[in-house]
């Protein structure tokens, strides 16, 4: 049946082509839908999930967010960074807690700094130099749990866009989830909510509604910047997919001003925010980038400029005269010659290609059914946890709660046609996991059957022919659960989460029985973050301020120089009786090279030995080796070698994608940032896959 989708008003404009899937939200019926300012919106491309971060930030320069989401660079790390993660997570903990003691805080405090020892290192800060950084907000946080921390509303809140006479109260009765992340197809974004909140509010004397809210917390002192309303707008129509409710508002906190704000949800603003939405949805898909902002002192300003202009000469064709930047443009593309734009557009070109079928397996997540997936062998259907195999304390770890999980419905045989209360599953109940597409140390999104994505992400860390056990980065709680008082408009009351003072966080409100029967589905996920940072590394070759010298090697084709064989070299080498000829030559010409040496090998000529001893003869000339590998499996058969000949070295990445024989050899449990250091210090030899070179003892 066709449909049609008139397009009127501030919607007329938007970019949509024959062959894109959109979905039009309204209360005709059809077939003919009016989208326009008073009725009716049209998601384009909502397979394609855009940052909610990015649109918000589009409003200054869309080109600058279309950036943002294809491009990733291994930034260090600043204080103003570290810092605002900690506040972050102190103030979740006190606000789960429902304690804002001082006590309380400085627990927290201390918790977080010996989470963050290695970030407070790459900064340059102590232990103490944290404490007394943070233990200064302690009288913040305290007066924003005196104001907004109770069962009845009793802090002034300002409400955007309201009637400055009116006064509204409102106060934080629930939590609901924290860092709470949501893919939402039917919107087209996707983020990350500081705080999923039950929120009391009256206006002027009136009637205490209840309602759920986002709630965003900002740890700088800015109250006017656009892209903090947008965000938090966004997240409305995030949680009112996630919790199936209309949700009116969200809410934003200023630590250092101590204003609370809440942003209502408003026509007017949703329909400018889908319709940059949909802009940058279809420049991400389409790879047709928005046009310059050609303005000289905002680009001046902006962190995205390089990147911005080597695309417009690259791959725009474009100069000083197109962009209308002048000798801005020629001071930062001027050392671009015609091979390196060559180079560059080639290189980009098939980096497109292959993040257009990393995209495509992605998206199988939520636009196949968990059974059309798992006849392909990608997921598993209708699962339960079965064992809840407790919380890791480890803070190295992200991926702290694992569980084991089976399918729901299980018979042993099934007759002839379908019995009922039996699995619709596509997979024969007889199969075994072990079977499917699915294997140990695999990256998986844990959904629900009713259509809640990404509720948990982690490893598959175990599987036996009818189970797996997965380490995941949230507690699986089930979908949210309305409460039996629930009413839509001025009671949204669901079951929350709570930490008792053991740290202990537990679902409220929810039985036992409800949690294990909660149905799941597990699907293999794509790291899609992986080609943003090989773009990212690609365009760092070409930047002024960038790798220059590896330009010179790789695009300009210098010929690598290589000193002079000495003595010393020798001697090492002939240590070594276990090397052929080919062997020693190789490792020769590595320790002899000073831009780089390529070593050719078929399968079964001894590369990894040859790797091996060349390691162990730079760290015996004193120098520090960075080992990467595309593939864990391949990063550690080369540990494994350096392993059994006594080697010292330190792997990065999650334990869980880590060779078991060497995960001794990952950070373990530091207790001081001096310890880190000491650590760091002792270790010449660093390995790590090539999408995990983003560690700061990696950059040091």
Not at 509 to 527: G, W
Not at 561 to 580: H, P, V, Y
Not at 645 to 670: M, S, Y
Not at 674 to 680: A, D, H, L, P, T
Request: glycine share 6%.
């Amino acid at each position: 049946m066709e449909y049609c989708a008139r397009l009127r008003e501030d919607w007329y404009q938007t970019d949509v082509a024959v062959g894109n899937y959109v979905h039009i939200i309204s209360n005709a019926k059809g077939p003919l839908y009016i989208i326009d300012n008073r009725e009716g919106m049209i998601v384009v491309n909502p397979d394609t999930l855009v940052s909610a971060t990015h649109v918000a930030d589009s409003f200054q320069c869309a080109r600058r967010s279309v950036f943002q989401d294809l491009c990733r660079v291994t930034n260090e790390n600043s204080p103003a960074l570290v810092y605002g993660k900690i506040l972050h997570e102190v103030f979740q903990a006190c606000v789960l807690r429902g304690n804002f003691g001082t006590g309380v805080i400085e627990e927290a405090v201390n918790q977080q700094i010996s989470r963050s020892l290695e970030d407070l290192w790459s900064i340059g800060e102590t232990e103490a130099s944290a404490a007394t950084h943070l233990m200064d907000m302690v009288p913040n946080l305290q007066d924003w749990e005196r104001r907004y921390n109770g069962k009845y509303p009793a802090g002034a809140i300002n409400v955007f866009h309201s009637n400055q006479r009116d006064k509204t109260l409102a106060c934080v009765s629930k939590v609901l989830d924290i860092e709470e992340h949501i893919w939402s197809p039917t919107w087209g974004i996707k983020g990350n909510i500081d705080a999923s909140l039950e929120v009391k509010t009256q206006t002027n004397r009136g009637r205490i509604s209840t309602h759920i809210m986002p709630f965003e917390l900002k740890t700088g002192k800015s109250t006017t910047a656009v892209s903090h309303r947008a965000q938090a707008s966004l997240y409305t129509l995030m949680m009112q997919d996630r919790y199936d409710v209309d949700v009116t508002g969200s809410l934003l906190y200023y630590m250092k001003t101590g204003e609370m704000i809440k942003i209502p949800h408003r026509r007017d603003d949703i329909r400018g925010l889908l319709i940059s939405r949909n802009k940058l949805a279809s420049a991400i898909t389409s790879r047709q980038l928005p046009e310059m902002l050609q303005n000289s002192h905002a680009c001046t300003k902006c962190y995205s400029l390089n990147t911005c202009l080597v695309y417009h000469k690259a791959v725009e064709g474009g100069d000083a005269e197109t962009s209308k930047l002048g000798s801005l443009f020629d001071a930062n593309t001027g050392h671009l010659n015609a091979g390196h734009l060559a180079f560059f557009k080639k290189w980009e070109r098939l980096l497109t290609k292959e993040e257009g079928d990393i995209q495509t397996l992605r998206k199988e997540v939520w636009t196949m059914t968990s059974n059309e997936r798992e006849k392909n062998g990608s997921c598993l259907s209708e699962m339960k946890v079965v064992t809840d195999e407790g919380y890791s304390q480890d803070v190295s770890k992200v991926t702290r709660f694992a569980y084991t999980m089976k399918k729901a419905f299980c018979p042993p045989t099934l007759p002839a046609g379908k019995q009922a209360g039996t699995s619709t599953s596509l997979v024969d109940s007889n199969k075994s996991f072990l079977s499917l597409q699915l294997s140990v140390g695999d990256p998986i999104v844990i959904s629900s059957e009713q259509g809640h994505y990404a509720l948990a992400i982690g490893f598959l860390t175990h599987m036996e022919p009818d189970s797996i056990t997965v380490s995941v980065d949230r507690r699986l709680k089930g979908i949210p659960k309305r409460l039996p008082s629930f009413e839509a408009t001025d009671n949204q009351v669901y079951n929350g989460i709570r930490m008792d003072a053991d740290g202990i966080v537990s679902v409220q409100d929810v039985s036992q029985l409800d949690l294990t029967q909660a149905l799941y589905r597990v699907d293999k996920d794509e790291f899609s973050a992986g080609m943003s940072l090989v773009r990212g590394n690609l365009i760092n070759l070409f930047v002024p301020d960038g790798d220059e010298k590896r330009r010179r090697l790789i695009v300009d084709l210098h010929a690598p120089q290589f000193r002079t064989l000495s003595k010393e070299d020798g001697l090492n080498l002939a240590s070594d009786m276990n090397l052929n000829v080919d062997q020693h030559r190789a490792v020769q010409k590595v320790l002899t090279a000073q831009d780089y040496a390529l070593i050719l090998g078929m399968p079964g000529t001894g590369k990894t030995t040859t790797i091996s001893q060349i390691i162990k003869s730079l760290v015996q000339h004193g120098k520090s080796v960075l080992l990467s590998a595309y593939t864990h499996s391949a990063l550690d058969n080369v540990l494994l070698k350096l392993k059994s000949e006594g080697v010292d070295f330190v792997r990065l990445g999650g334990a869980q994608r880590v060779h078991p024989e060497i995960r001794d050899c990952t950070p373990q449990k530091f207790t001081s940032v001096n310890g880190v250091k000491e650590y760091y210090d002792r270790k010449h030899v660093v390995a790590t896959t090539c999408l995990g070179i983003k560690q700061y003892v990696t950059l040091i």
